[in-house]
């Protein structure tokens, strides 16, 4: 089946600092991936949408200069927090898409931050 | 705009049946998705229904009615295992983007 892994699983950072979560798919090519946010006994928000070689689409409320995406590879990508705060503390997810027209996303395991 | 109401809580017991509900208003509909999560974990795919009907996939049954914007998560033979979040989610138009519902979180009781 698709796999997609996260790295770190999980890091603490400390407020001011940056930093950066990979998503991979394993065993297929990614077209598309999502970020998603979840914070404690909260659905999960959509943070953008990453499409490979492109910019990212973020959603409203969610500032781009932040989170940054780079989409470099169709089995790679970054959300880098850029001088996160303690609001930044959650559990971040990425899913991945094969392509257009796919019934599911694969999703990642998920990687928690926390922001001291 | 987009909304997915589904109950916040239930409870149920073990071998029981249960049923989560899952209501939704998009803009455009291109497939509804249930997937479980249980705490600290990321969510796992159960079932994906695109025409009206009910989808039955071992103990788990996902129902739709696009007219009605309605489905339901149907879990049978409850475990103690299957106590988890389930989430409901829309693709509301081809741009592969999915929302999700703010799930539902099962208790299940021995």
């Known amino acids: 089946g698709a796999v997609v892994s996260q790295h770190p699983s999980w890091v603490i950072c400390k407020s001011g600092t940056s930093v950066k979560i990979e998503c991979r798919s394993l065993?297929?090519?990614?077209?598309?991936m999502f970020w998603y946010r979840q914070f404690p006994k909260q659905s999960l928000m959509l943070m953008a949408t990453s499409n490979e070689g492109s910019k990212a689409t973020y959603e409203q409320g969610v500032e781009k200069d932040k989170f940054l995406i780079n989409h470099a590879s169709l089995t790679l990508s970054t959300l880098t927090v850029t001088s996160a705060h303690p609001e930044d503390s959650s559990f971040y997810i990425c899913?991945?898409?094969?392509?257009?027209?796919?019934?599911?996303?694969?999703f990642g395991p998920g990687t928690r931050l926390t922001v001291t | 705009g987009q909304n997915i109401d589904q109950p916040t809580e239930m409870t149920a017991t073990e071998g029981a049946i249960v049923q989560i509900n899952c209501t939704y208003q998009?803009?455009?509909?291109?497939?509804l998705f249930w997937y479980q999560q249980h705490a600290g974990e990321a969510p796992t795919f159960l079932s994906y229904n695109v025409l009206d009907g009910l989808e039955e996939k071992g103990r788990f049954s996902s129902f739709l009615s696009r007219s009605k914007g309605y489905s339901y998560l149907l879990l049978k033979e409850l475990q103690m295992k299957d106590s988890a979040s389930y989430l409901c989610a829309v693709r509301g138009n081809r741009d592969d983007k999915i929302i999700f519902g703010k799930g539902t979180r099962l208790h299940i009781l021995p």
């Open positions: 899913s991945a898409a094969p392509g257009t027209g796919i019934d599911e996303q694969y």
């Open positions: 065993d297929f090519q990614a077209t598309t």
């Open positions: 998009t803009s455009g509909f291109n497939g």
